[in-house]
């Protein structure tokens, strides 16, 4: 029986040509002046984590543009409100490394970070960050250890920025229909009540 599965670097290697040399130079160490800019664009990213038994996690962020900073080659990713089940921050204090991939509306390219990240709660540290008068309950300071930018090729594929790519949204169940059929007892009307009303009232 033939074996599908590669389990090393030189099996893998016999299914992908080398990278171009290119791949690896562009790699940096620090967040270059390109890469802060596209930061300060950046009103979404993915950040993901992994916790101390390697199970794996990715976690949307997002606000307006420049909601997450670049101080002294290190990003500051502030907490913005949600469930409070904080899947990410709890991996964080098992293991710090992460990785992060932000989006620039428009742009097909995007960045990708890695390095190693710590929670802050120091007021003062997360007041440039705030919204309104709030202040965020903590934030991510990424010490970054890798940075490069990503060729457009999956997000001209997938069309995200398209708007001829938009499905109608009739298409796919409400957020409380997906619940009431996962959780049992639950009321469709009443989740999606609730989450319209956050969605106005309690965004931050």
């Known amino acids: 029986m033939c074996n599908l599965s590669v389990n090393n670097h030189s099996e ?13 130079q562009k790699v940096l160490d620090h967040l270059d002046g390109h890469c802060q800019n596209f930061i300060a664009l950046s009103p979404f990213c993915i950040l993901s ?31 913005r409100p949600g469930n409070n089940q904080v899947d990410s921050l709890q991996n964080i204090v098992q293991n710090p490394g992460v990785g992060l991939i932000f989006f620039v509306p428009g742009i097909n ?19 440039p960050m705030k919204w309104g008068h709030r202040v965020s309950v903590s934030g991510l300071r ?28 009739a298409a796919y169940p409400t957020y409380g229909q997906v619940l009431a059929d996962q959780i049992a007892g639950a009321d469709a009307k009443e989740i999606d009540d609730s989450e319209d009303e956050a969605n106005r009232e309690r965004l931050y």
């Open 142 to 169: 990424v010490t970054v250890a890798e940075a490069f930018l990503h060729c457009g090729r999956a997000l001209i594929r997938s069309r995200l920025w398209d708007p001829e790519g938009q499905i109608d949204r």
């Open 49 to 79: 984590t992994t916790n101390a038994k390697g199970q794996a996690d990715a976690s949307p962020r997002g606000d307006q543009p420049g909601f997450v900073q670049v101080m002294d080659d290190k990003t500051l990713l502030p907490d």
């Open 109 to 127: 390219e995007t960045l990708r970070v890695k390095g190693k990240a710590e929670i802050v709660t120091d007021a003062e540290i997360l007041e």
């Open 12 to 24: 893998l290697r016999t299914v992908y040509k080398p990278p171009a040399p290119r791949a690896a």
